[in-house]
């Protein structure tokens, strides 16, 4: 990767070749209102922690909680095994379930038992409704497990032999009891398949069944309101379509809203907010990346493209979103209620986002998980656990109130075609400080052009920020200021996020 080191003057050259910025896309809310912000913990004073609780899962992708009363976590291993974890045993040898000899784990990274959902009656009916790739295809399968019978019944299956990746495999059940799976865009690179935009398939989707109930020939209902039953050539199963790999999603336990981490392509990666009951929303994919139009991708005339509400560029450090769950227990209820956590299977790092009461969404990075993290699962009491991937791990989260040691206020110019940013770094903490580095990421397309008080190094669209001679004693209370001008493609928003000598900041307003 290109490294880049400047410490000279200003090189006002550079700026006129930048190309115009491009509109921006409106952010529409899609979600209910949020409760009142006044009384709550600012996010950058939150932080995650994890601990290990148990090893040797074999490439895990799903916790999930039975509410029976019996405090366990069934947790999905890939090669098709549900495994049983509870606080007190640890974990157990024997597997849940073992349905390895239908599943197809070993012709793609991205296939296997992918996802778990538990009907709320799990307690009586003992069904269990797995997310699978199947042997001898590929072909993603909705199947039932009923545990009193050992007996597995596939309810819905849609091949997806061209590629092995983009399988989705989320499933969930719904504040209306329905059950959401979500699929893949049917794999490869740049949407090959133009498969998301069309209704005819089940590829690029997030679909709603109910499956409590049959509809002969079917083995499961297709809800009367779903919005596109009455569309000719549509998949009626279709609840919202326009996506790319959406891995993990889930329902917000007290508005219902729906959280869906959507895997992005190269640029972007997405987190999609939709209010509770909301369908048949285009939510962009590939006509968009994130909020930007996707190269040669797959637009059509008069559509409504629903825009997330977060995304964040591979280019500093990540590769694929893992969404989460909204926080609603009671143990860390006043520091985050109410509050969305997901994190990165590269960056690790945990996000933490919310609605900020005025339309938009707030959101800062508090803390780090174990690498590899394929998927956040719940307690029935809304308590967090994270699974990682090749080291097999389970681990607790907790969070915790811790004041940030820094704070950054940011001016922002315009300045030529580019943009001039001066930083004001304030020691916040009770520590003197003598030489500090300050890391920050770049908008995606931003090229640092000339910077001051500093030594800066920018690496792909990470910056590493280094004191002066004379600015690096930092007395409690005390500040330095440091600025550099950026070219830009299109981007021009100011650094979301920084850490000083390691700990991350908080951001003036
Ligand atoms: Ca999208």
Redesign the pocket.
């Known amino acids: 990767m290109p490294r880049r080191r400047w410490t000279g003057p200003l090189l006002l050259a550079l700026l006129l070749t930048v190309l115009a910025p491009l509109p921006a896309a409106a952010r529409q809310p899609t979600a209910a209102p949020p409760a009142p912000t006044a009384d709550r913990v600012p996010l950058p004073s939150i932080s995650a922690t994890t601990t290990q609780v148990a090893s040797g899962l074999r490439r895990p992708t799903a916790i999930v909680a039975p509410d029976d009363g019996t405090g366990r976590l069934f947790i999905t291993e890939k090669p098709g095994r549900i495994r049983v974890y509870h606080p007190d045993t640890g974990l157990a040898a024997t597997p849940l379930i073992d349905i390895t000899s239908v599943v197809d784990e070993s012709s793609g990274n991205e296939r296997g038992l992918l996802g778990l959902a538990l009907p709320a009656d799990f307690a009586t009916s003992q069904d269990l409704y797995l997310a699978y790739t199947a042997l001898p295809d590929g072909a993603v399968t909705l199947a039932r497990y009923r545990l009193d019978e050992s007996r597995l019944e596939v309810l819905l299956s849609q091949p997806h032999t061209e590629f092995n990746n983009h399988n989705g495999g989320q499933l969930a059940f719904g504040p209306d009891g329905n059950l959401y799976w979500s699929i893949g865009d049917g794999g490869g690179a740049a949407d090959p398949l133009r498969a998301p935009q069309r209704l005819d398939t089940l590829l690029g989707k997030i679909l709603r069944v109910d499956v409590r109930r049959a509809c002969a020939p079917l083995p499961y209902c297709v809800p009367a309101d779903n919005p596109f039953v009455n569309t000719p050539g549509a998949r009626p199963e279709i609840w919202h379509y326009?996506?790319?790999n959406p891995w993990r999603f889930s329902f917000d336990s007290v508005d219902g809203s729906m959280w869906i981490g959507?895997v992005g392509q190269g640029r972007w990666e997405?987190i999609?907010h939709i209010a509770r009951g909301r369908g048949g929303l285009n939510?962009?994919?590939s006509c968009?990346?994130?909020l930007e139009k996707f190269a040669d991708g797959d637009c059509h005339a008069g559509e409504t493209?629903?825009?997330?509400v977060f995304t964040y560029s591979p280019y500093t450090g990540g590769c694929s979103v893992i969404g989460g769950h909204v926080y609603r227990g009671q143990r860390n209820a006043a520091l985050l209620g109410g509050t969305y956590i997901a994190t990165d299977y590269c960056s690790s790092t945990v996000w933490a986002l919310r609605p900020d009461g005025n339309g938009g969404y707030e959101q800062a990075e508090i803390g780090q998980t174990p690498t590899q993290v394929t998927a956040i699962g719940t307690t029935v009491e809304g308590e967090f656990y994270m699974v990682n991937d090749l080291p097999g791990g389970l681990h607790r989260v907790s969070f915790a109130q811790e004041a940030p040691t820094c704070r950054v206020d940011r001016t922002v110019e315009r300045w030529g075609t580019g943009t001039k940013v001066e930083l004001t770094v304030t020691n916040t903490g009770t520590t003197a400080l003598n030489g500090w580095t300050l890391k920050f990421p770049l908008a995606l397309g931003q090229t640092v052009v000339s910077d001051w008080n500093t030594d800066l190094t920018q690496l792909s669209n990470t910056i590493t920020a280094t004191n002066a001679s004379y600015n690096a004693a930092v007395a409690p209370g005390a500040s330095f200021t440091i600025g550099y001008v950026a070219s830009h493609t299109g981007d021009a928003s100011p650094p979301p996020r920084f850490t000083l000598n390691g700990d991350a900041c908080a951001i003036g307003r």
Do not use: Q, V
Request: glycine share 18%; no cysteine.
């Open positions: 326009g996506l790319r959507d997405e999609d939510l962009g994919w968009y990346e994130g493209y629903t825009p997330p």
